[in-house]
């Protein structure tokens, strides 16, 4: 028997191969569907770990701790407890103890934080020792400065009411402040609006007896923690910690948790979808191995007919003939198993093995065998079955029972009512900390759309072919005429039809999916990042940020000097260059860039510059005197501060050094502080009557006065002319203290402080706009229009602004936000400080050593991200890896309908042959007998072929798409469009051509005479 069946299978090798090929198919596919899973979900945990920030993934244990309870070891001991009470391999856990008090300098003080790290000297760049010693301290470079300390000094700290000499060994420097350590240990204030800590030892701490102290312990796991341990595990090792850790009087924070449960989520998104591409592509699998099973079988009628005749039993026929499919099935099933086994993947979400994955892909290998053997035995039923005059008739009979029309009926009611699920899903306003699940029934509307499409087609072809027979043979067009009268008696055309409709839809669905998610992730990446690459950097000031970048950059080709405050929602870019660097949309206030930028920086005038090692201020003090400080700007110097002491009476120079001003300042501001006070004039007696009362002089506080005539240095300078033009002076912009009384005379500017205690000394040079243009975004376009407008420019700095265009989102800092020029807002903020946090945006032009040519500017680069890489981030989420292996299941749903094809037309091939070589004897054109041979089925083709083209748009956009391109939904930017052009014609040709090859191959060289070539 076996022997039978080896030898039928050689007589019929092209229906045989084809069975094999498409069960290698459908086998290696539905084997990879576990193995993929695996990978794509231990892949999304490693990228999620990897972008999340430090915040996400990380756990906080803060206890208070009284003076009974300070110890040396406290923080060691701490670190021990949580470490062990999370019990989570590759977390970095440091203790971080702090003290709020006061550095105590005569009558100021300075309130700054007393800290113990642990770890702290190997994080730092020291000059000096590191603390070892109780009452030492690291203090910061810019702390050190505002002190006027260095290492050796000493100074005085107030915990609390009593006072305690510390000695400063070492002054220290952030090696990286954005690595994890400092972000975990939530101490450096990158805007600089709150002074660094000082660093010290935990004996220091103990020493100091402060009544108080705050000890927080951060657990940070690394990128790689889910790739060992499955984010439910954390969870719950986190939650545990939390419980027993609260117990022993820690408050616990857990991100961390958070983190696991999101990318568990995630996980589940696909574990959810990929089966739904696996079912689609199974149901296919079958039902293209039915059809060419069942038309395979017309070849073997004739056999089976004979085998009756011969008096043959059922079950014999049942294995003489579903044998001739099943070998092949069961063949191709161990090939397609045994490609997917080398690319295995190991453990896959909750922990599972890979022996269980493993185990999961034969099983899904299996299913598909069995299934494809069922559905050939279905097929073989008919014909076992059929009467002997029916199996030998050359003509297979066109009937079909009503069975076809129910499961075309029940194909019907599906496709609505998936559809009205998926659109309902994708209509739902999404619900803020939800995660939101599509049900099986819209994940599946797509195909149920196409299948239900496909087999009205296929109850139209037929009677439409049949007309147009009709009509063509009337007409006299024998090539149509043959070529609708085949496509209407052949019993293969409507199931067909229906099944390659369904594989062109879901193809062009998968691929304008694909597409539309990879643009997705493209623009967030876009938007997120700003330009092709983003250095995170340090500066001494926005001011030394940007005369850098100008430097390395001096046609603004390819850096831009940003200040982006996210918690505001503010970016302040340089507008010269925005049009060149920033990947520029419409949507962040309109298409041009360069309009935009110009709208943001309005004309402003000269700056006030000098240059020279010692400065010289010509100043008079009309009443009273008071102390003088000039604020200058330097590039690659943070602030020059001279201080020309007090002035007091009549016109006279003050001459002091200016660090840092030989190549030239930029006069900021002047600092005033009045410290006496005058008695009034009384007029001359003889002014008064005769018989007035004598008057009585008061004596009372009266404001000072300070007259700056020049401003001199070896070149350049502020004469008094500009002094004398009070267009050229302001006071602080916003709220806050009471300003100064400005003034001019032709001898220059007169300045009248405020009472030291409550007004704001500083008049500023006025080279800005009275407001700052700005583009507003989503709803601070209605806040700025209901009242004043002000924007915190930077920490602490908020200014007046004027609203110069509207837009729907800002790069970088995203939706309800605001663009602003950074050196117009910086000339306004008149702070030469730093911001929230600084970076140079770049293009991919830019050279390779950037980095160093900006460090040699002052200005030290601590990271970067670049478009492409979280473009890439985005492209290892969960619906990006879902729509890979959709796309996967619509290319081989595309072989699977071709192969059926191809059997089909080749088990027709001999008799319609046959029949053409009959018609070519009888007159027929060998042209028209050509047309006829390979005209039927390529027109059954490109049928489906527009059909399917054509139901896929609405698939793609009246139903929408049920999986978001991210998991949290994002949406500042618009969706790009569900379908282009492009990717939806690029689909629709590699289906074409592949139809057209399998037909062409399938249809053999026809002979001359209109018959099949040998």
Not at 134 to 153: S, Y
Not at 209 to 237: E, S
Not at 761 to 787: K, N, Q
Not at 958 to 980: E, G, K, N, T
Request: proline share 7%; glycine share 8%.
């Amino acid at each position: 028997m076996f022997g039978l069946i080896v030898r039928a299978l050689a007589s019929r090798r092209a229906p045989s191969i084809t069975l094999f090929l498409l069960t290698v198919l459908s086998a290696g596919a539905a084997a990879a569907a576990p193995q993929y899973i695996a990978a794509s979900t231990r892949d999304l945990a490693s990228a999620s770990a990897q972008a999340a920030p430090v915040a996400d993934r990380a756990v906080f244990m803060r206890r208070g701790i009284d003076t009974r309870d300070l110890r040396p070891d406290t923080v060691s001991q701490a670190e021990q407890e949580v470490s062990a009470a999370i019990g989570l391999p590759a977390l970095s856990v440091h203790g971080t103890w702090m003290v709020n008090g006061s550095v105590v300098r005569g009558r100021d003080s300075n309130t700054m934080l007393l800290v113990h790290r642990s770890g702290f000297c190997a994080e730092v760049v020291l000059d000096g020792t590191c603390p070892s010693r109780p009452g030492e301290i690291a203090v910061n470079e810019a702390t050190a400065r505002l002190l006027g300390v260095k290492a050796g000094d000493r100074l005085r700290y107030a915990p609390g009411y009593e006072q305690r000499p510390l000695t400063v060994s070492a002054v220290y420097r952030i090696a990286d402040p954005y690595s994890d350590y400092w972000a975990a240990a939530r101490l450096v204030d990158a805007s600089r609006a709150q002074p660094a800590p000082l660093l010290t030892t935990p004996e220091t701490i103990v020493a100091a007896q402060p009544q108080t102290t705050t000890l927080v312990v951060d657990a940070v796991a690394g990128g790689d923690l889910f790739a060992r341990t499955a984010p439910l595990a954390v969870r719950d090792h986190v939650i545990d910690a939390g419980r027993q850790l609260g117990q022993r009087g820690f408050e616990p924070e857990t991100p961390l948790r958070v983190l696991a449960v999101n990318i568990y989520n995630s996980q589940l998104d696909i574990v959810y979808a990929v089966p739904i591409s696996l079912v689609e592509l199974l149901a296919f699998c079958w039902i293209a191995l039915f059809l060419a099973v069942r038309h395979g079988a017309l070849e073997r009628h004739r056999d089976i007919g004979l085998l009756k005749l011969r008096g043959a039993g059922r079950a014999r026929m049942l294995t003489l003939t579903l044998g001739q499919s099943a070998l092949p099935m069961l063949a191709g099933g161990l090939v397609g198993l045994a490609a997917v086994l080398p690319l295995r993947a190991g453990t896959g979400i909750g922990g599972m093995s890979a022996t269980t994955t493993d185990l999961l892909s034969v099983a899904a290998a299996t299913v598909t065998v069995v299934g494809a053997i069922l559905a050939a035995a279905i097929a073989e039923r008919r014909a076992l079955s059929a009467p002997v005059g029916l199996l030998m008739r050359a003509v297979p009979p066109r009937h079909v029972g009503w069975r076809y029309g129910a499961v075309d009926g029940v194909l019907v009611i599906l496709a609505l009512a998936g559809a009205y699920e998926a659109w309902s899903y994708a209509s739902r306003a999404p619900v803020a900390g939800t995660t939101q699940q599509s049900t099986w029934l819209a994940l599946l509307a797509p195909a149920l759309l196409a299948f239900a499409l496909g087999v009205v087609l296929a109850r139209v072809v037929v009677p439409v072919a049949a007309r147009v027979g009709r009509r063509a043979l009337r007409a006299g067009r024998l090539g149509v005429a043959f070529t609708a009268t085949e496509l209407a008696r052949r019993p293969a055309v409507p199931r067909l039809t229906a099944l390659l409709t369904a594989a062109v839809t879901l193809f062009c669905v998968a691929v304008t999916t694909s597409d539309t998610t990879t643009r997705s992730g493209a623009e967030r990446a876009a938007n997120e990042i700003g330009a092709d690459q983003v250095l995170l950097v340090t500066a001494p000031s926005r001011g030394a940020l940007l005369a850098a970048t100008r430097a390395v950059d001096q046609q603004g080709r390819f850096a831009m000097a940003v200040v982006a405050s996210e918690d505001a929602g503010v970016l302040a870019v340089d507008a010269t260059r925005l049009a060149t660097v920033a990947r520029w949309r419409g949507e962040y206030g309109g298409a041009d860039a360069a309009a935009v930028a110009a709208r943001l920086r309005p004309e402003a005038p000269a700056p006030l510059t000098v240059s020279g090692e010692r400065l010289t201020l010509t100043a008079a003090a009309p009443r009273g005197s008071a102390t003088v400080k000039a604020t200058l700007g330097a590039a690659g110097v943070a602030v020059v501060t001279v201080d020309f002491g007090r002035v007091s009476g009549a016109r006279a120079d003050y001459s002091r050094p200016a660090e840092g001003c030989a190549a030239g300042c930029r006069l900021v501001s002047f600092e005033i502080v009045g410290k006496g006070a005058v008695r009034p004039v009384a007029e001359p007696p003889a002014t008064q009557p005769p018989d007035a009362a004598p008057t009585v002089e008061p004596e009372y506080p009266a404001p000072d006065a300070v007259l700056f005539s020049a401003l001199r240095g070896a070149d350049g300078g502020v004469d008094q002319a500009t002094f004398a033009d009070r267009s050229r002076w302001r006071t602080a912009v916003g709220a806050g203290p009471a300003p100064a009384a400005v003034s001019v005379t032709p001898q220059g500017l007169v300045i009248t402080p405020g009472r030291p205690v409550d007004s704001d000394p500083y008049v500023f040079v006025d080279d800005s706009p009275e407001r700052l243009p700005a583009i507003a975004a989503g709803v601070r376009g209605a806040e700025f229009a209901a009242s004043d407008p002000h924007v915190l420019a930077f920490p602490g700095i908020a200014v007046p602004i004027s609203v110069a265009g509207a837009a729907r989102a800002v790069p970088r800092v995203g939706r309800d936000a605001v663009l602003i020029d950074l050196e117009t807002a910086d000339l306004m903020g008149g702070d030469l400080g730093g911001g929230e946090s600084l970076q140079v945006w770049a293009t991919d032009a830019a050279p390779a050593d950037l980095a160093e040519r900006l460090a040699d500017h002052g200005v030290t680069v601590f990271g970067s991200g670049t478009i492409a890489a979280r473009a890439e981030s985005y492209s290892r989420q969960a619906p990006p890896s879902t729509i890979r292996f959709q796309l996967l299941a619509a290319a081989v749903m595309v072989l699977l309908s071709a192969g059926a094809l191809g059997v089909i037309v080749a088990v027709e091939r001999r008799p319609r042959g046959g029949e053409l070589a009959s018609l070519r004897h009888q007159g027929l054109t060998a042209r028209t007998a050509r047309r006829a041979m390979f005209g039927g089925y390529l027109m059954v083709a490109t049928v489906a072929l527009v059909a399917g083209v054509l139901t896929a748009l609405p698939a793609r956009t009246i139903l929408a798409a049920p999986l978001s391109a991210f998991p949290d939904r994002w949406d500042v930017l618009p969706a790009p469009p569900a379908v282009r052009p492009g990717p939806l014609l690029l689909a629709a040709v590699a289906a074409a051509l592949v139809f057209a090859l399998v037909v062409a191959l399938a249809s053999g060289r026809p002979r001359r005479d209109g018959g099949e070539s040998a």
